[in-house]
């Protein structure tokens, strides 16, 4: 399993980063996890492409997460791509209701399916999928992948507070991609600090932590940020930056 950060920022931009994004393959399977601002481009610049990504798997429905969604529903349309599959959590229909009901000339350019899904094991794009529930400021969920190809495991926290179902969640997955969004300096909430982030990874059985979902206030900051939460974790911390390429 392939794992490509396609926007490690926040809904804060500075130009360095785009909004959240990431890509996931496997064999031929290819999943988009989020479509915040800035994705569409980024994915356009891998191999693979926006023409070879016809499902998108969204955590939350906050702009930075998936304002960049009916761009690609539009760039598909515009290359002959005739299928799009959105899935996410409850309200996801009525999202993307509302935003052709702006965008009207939009409906039926493609063949659009929309999924909604709660925390029951499911399959998304040939991906093995279990999710739990976050603890943010609207319904989000934190998702775990599995392939048929491969026995390690991958597992995103969309945005979340250092919660125990998402530590559980990702205990024995190889590789951890978790909302690192202020430095302990920060007073925050619906986002976790580094430390109560390395406390809650204590012990368990992660390999490699990635930290996205970058505010500006981490400018500068970065090795302050992996420091503390090297402090109580002991596997390898990394921030994750737009580009990076992961095998899982």
């Not at 500075?14 to 990431?22: A, D, I, S, Y």
């Not at 409906?107 to 929309?114: A, H, P, Y």
């Not at 996205?212 to 930056?241: K, M, Q, S």
Request: proline residues 4%.
């Amino acid at each position: 399993m392939r794992v490509t950060f396609l926007g490690t920022g926040s809904a804060m931009p500075t130009g360095e980063r785009n909004q959240t994004g990431l890509l996931l393959e496997a064999d031929d399977d290819r999943l988009l996890v989020d479509c915040g601002s800035g994705v569409l481009g980024a994915l356009a610049d891998t191999r693979a492409g926006y023409e070879s990504v016809d499902t998108v798997l969204l955590t939350h429905h906050h702009l930075d997460h998936v304002s960049d969604l009916l761009p690609l529903l539009k760039a598909r349309w515009l290359v002959g791509e005739e299928q799009l599959t959105v899935v996410g959590p409850a309200g996801t229909e009525s999202l993307l209701d509302g935003l052709l009901d702006v965008h009207e000339y939009l409906r039926g350019r493609v063949d659009l399916t929309v999924d909604e899904i709660d925390t029951e094991p499911c399959t998304v794009a040939g991906f093995d999928v279990r999710a739990v529930e976050t603890v943010h400021s609207m319904d989000c969920l934190a998702y775990r992948f599995a392939h048929e190809t491969t026995d390690a495991e991958f597992c995103f926290s969309g945005d979340s507070e250092a919660t125990e179902p998402v530590a559980t969640l990702a205990d024995g997955a190889s590789v951890v991609a978790h909302d690192c969004s202020f430095p302990d300096s920060i007073d925050v909430s619906n986002h976790p600090t580094p430390t109560a982030l390395g406390e809650l990874f204590a012990g368990r059985d992660v390999e490699e932590l990635y930290l996205t979902h970058l505010y500006p206030h981490t400018d500068g900051n970065h090795r302050e940020i992996t420091d503390a939460v090297r402090a109580n974790f002991d596997g390898t911390v990394r921030t994750a930056r737009d580009g990076l390429t992961v095998e899982v």
